[in-house]
């Protein structure tokens, strides 16, 4: 996605924003658009912007009740009912395919209390994984800190390799494809098939009943279960693409969860994205 195609992205995540807000983050400049990665709204706080190397604000008024909730109803199109499943989990899927992170007081029947709300401008960055490459799909883990960039990185892997082979997405967040109303708004290669909004574990092995994919894609090994799909996928005879949250292979390595990933060797190899999003790539032994 270009520059022109990134701050398109960010105008349209504007329209998601009370209309007393949306002017204000009309103000950016053309780049701080294009860079910008949420819009982050706080209760008692003025809107704010995230960018690569932090979060900051450009004053104005503080958040309401009203203002989060008009945001919440313009998020869900005015039908909180049809998204409380995913409202469970802590989000909403917005049109246009922007994630939403919903922070606030939950209770037994979901969302009590909204206290703040994060849009997330999804972007592709095409080309970016072009240097990783090979002419035959290698189970790879990119590893960063929050915020590091795994997920774009990944999207961008995917795209290249649905080109030439079938890549299966478990996208249990809709943060790859960012699907809206059943259409991907991202890019991801003609190859490529995408389950969204089921726990990563449970569409992995879907999608390998049944889509027969030679790549299976997920963000974010998180828990016990997610490494156990990937275990399954890679015993499958299936190349696996994956994220997860790390500042080093070293550090990963400390971490119970997933030393089985090193002593099954499951991935071949990884690339860790540093400070300014530099790539490194090592081979996994």
Not at 40 to 56: A, H, K, M, V, Y
Not at 134 to 152: A, D, F, N
């Amino acid at each position: 996605m270009e520059e022109s195609g990134r701050i398109e992205r960010f105008d349209r995540a504007v329209l998601l924003l009370p209309y007393a807000m949306r002017e204000r983050a009309r103000e950016l400049g053309r780049q701080e658009r294009a860079e910008c990665e949420e819009l982050r709204l706080r209760i008692g706080e003025c809107l704010s912007f995230t960018f690569p190397d932090g979060e900051r604000d450009r004053g104005g008024d503080r958040i309401t009740r009203r203002d989060l909730d008009y945001a919440f109803e313009l998020c869900t199109g005015a039908s909180a009912y049809a998204s409380r499943e995913r409202i469970s989990e802590g989000f909403v899927t917005a049109k246009g395919g922007y994630r939403v992170g919903l922070a606030g007081q939950y209770g037994e029947g979901g969302l009590v209390r909204l206290t703040g709300l994060s849009i997330r401008v999804s972007r592709e960055i095409r080309g970016c994984a072009g240097r990783f490459l090979r002419e035959k799909p290698v189970s790879t883990l990119i590893i960063s800190p929050p915020g590091g960039g795994k997920t774009t990185l990944l999207r961008d892997l995917i795209r290249l390799t649905g080109e030439n082979f079938r890549v299966s997405v478990c996208d249990e967040r809709g943060e790859l494809a960012c699907l809206w109303e059943g259409a991907p708004t991202m890019d991801l290669g003609r190859r490529t098939d995408v389950i969204d909004g089921v726990p990563k574990a449970r569409a992995a092995m879907m999608l390998i009943r049944s889509m027969n994919p030679q790549v299976i894609a997920l963000d974010e090994i998180t828990a016990p279960e997610d490494v156990s799909a990937v275990s399954a996928a890679a015993h499958c005879g299936v190349r696996v693409y994956a994220t997860v949250h790390a500042e080093s292979l070293g550090e990963l390595g400390e971490k119970p969860l997933y030393r089985s990933l090193f002593s099954e060797r499951i991935f071949e190899r990884a690339i860790i994205i540093g400070k300014g999003r530099e790539y490194t790539e090592a081979a996994i032994v």
